[in-house]
């Protein structure tokens, strides 16, 4: 492969992937998800980037996270004024070289972004799944992205890579598919939610679910949305993907457009009007039963469990090298829970690259572009591209 | 003064004060606030426990924080299941020794229980006050308190103790009040709200005014209450109260009376069913406007403002002894702010005592029986005593 190489959806252009296309694969197997719950004829929504090479040994899989979708990359059009949700680590000339790696990133079952979730018509009932949507979990997503890779006719992925959520799936895919992973990428992720964890989530499902427009799960069919639990439950969220630091720098308590208090319920404090926009935004645009099926595979999740709690007994299947990173101002997961899987991937002799980026950002450092970090992607990805450029030599 | 006075409102009885009645005063003044807005004609809610002394010197003001009232020790009645919200440190051969000391705890305006506040009727029409109660700030429950102590004939405060918001108060009146205060002990506190607390605050607003049932603050006159916009904003002011170490000892992963996930929204971890209990009693009695304006109060403050952001000048009037108390694990006034008004009253070359104590407990611990805690009480509060006995043998 050739480090000139186009990527296939609109060339390189400063540094993107440029104009991006969604593909979609349906499937008409009836899967069976870890609740017990099964699902037949569905969709997945999917992008790539970069050109698979020939022996379809160059390919990456992109995992997302809590609000991310399949649009991970470049733009949708020409007017487009954001690119994807990781186009600092993912183009020409990235971290995620797409001269050099053929990337696929699909969006996860219970999405509304194309991928079959409960916005999706039943077709047992002809109505929005709603709340009959299965309850899904990051092991199901694994399930699904492997039958995503035997479509796409990827055996073996040279990396799987996510932060946070999407870092789950990558541990997943090293439990589940050690044979089908090579390296992989855990960033800014967690073994399992901490008590405080799980309680943000739960407030933030509580606001949407008590929302009068909720309708148990059923706003769709009423033509509604319950945009005030979203605000609230995004803003909520927002505050714990920030860090106090951050907060503080960039907000402190500077005043809203004004230089005195005015002793009333609109924003008083820069922080206020930035967490309602936020919130407003966010509440227009996602859909609540993703949100609360998201939240809930956060919670879900913890390998360890079946194993008496031992992360490492839980990594004894895996046997890909791995990455992990970890943001020191991260306080939703925190330093500490990486450690933890560093820890159970050195239980297993397995290799492992570690790095603890000093950065301000918070959670949110994980999708920022942040010197230290990207030199640390490009290094290891670096590594990745070069153990298959020998693979071709000792093959050819 | 005597070891073995009784106290006025039903005598020790198992280290307590025993059974307590609330006391009322009427002010027919006008009283204008920091925001601009007057209020005439209003009652203050008080208790005390103890005995006042002949020359009126030990006398000892309790200041509430967010949800706290006056009623901070002692039972309402036999059947009374719960004492006052801070029976650990008030009472007989308590720290704050209601044998020695006389103790007066008022509810700020713009509670609901006694005190004038939004739900009170507002004389004008004949309604409550709902929005139209005025702002109140910390500044302005000091110039209250101020007046309460005129009528009480108190005219110089052994020492004003608060926690959290109540620190606040404390060090106002440090700094309004310095020829009427010998004391002042600020724990568990801060001298401004961060981005982030203000942050926190906001989305627990949110919470409440996006209610369906909160109609704009009036929704005593159509016989209803914003509960669930209340609920969700004290199950997120409950997460921040705790420490993430205390939640994980406490509560963990540990699943709610089961022994496997059911995959529904029901609560399937402890600490959802704890956190949504603690919503739901809030929400039951606790008054909406009177949340609302109690974190605005929060948010406000801010002494050092009107100084350049200087607090040690903001404390350049206060010539009171202090007693600043923190604790490791509080991330919602952390160590650090407390650190800052130990400064500032260094700054002053004014004697301050200072500890930070090690509790997992997070922010609740200023409220919790911790040893370390009530040993640092017991020592000041020995002091702030033997003044007054020192004092006694000099006049006598």
Redesign the interface.
Known sequence: MSTEAKNSVGGPVDGSVGIVTPQSLHFDERVQF????TLENFDVVYETYGTLNTAHTNAILICHALSGDHHSAGYHSKNDKHPGWWDNLIGPGKPVDTNRFFVVCSNNLGGFQGSTGPSSTNPSTGQPYGPDFP?VTVEDWVTIQSMVSDRLEINIWAAVIGGSLGGMQAMQWGIDYPNRIKHCCVIASTP?????N???N??A???I????EFYDGRYYEKDTVPS?GL??AR??GH?TY?S?DL??E????TLRDKKA?D???N???E??SY??YQ?DRFARSFDANTY?LMT?AL??Y?PA?AHGGNLGRALASAHADFLVVSFSSDWRFTVERSREIVKAIHDNNLNVTYAEIEASQGHDAFLLEIPAYLDVFYAYMDRVYNELETLKEDLS
Chains 1, 2 share one sequence.
């Open positions: 870890k609740s017990g719950d309850m399992k939610l901490s008590a405080q799980i309680a943000f739960d407030v499902r509580q606001a679910r008590t929302d009068n005030r605000r609230v803003m909520l505050i920030l106090d907060m503080a960039k907000f402190g308590r208090i002793f009333d319920y924003p008083e404090f922080i206020e967490l309602r919130g609360l809930k919670d879900y913890d469990e």
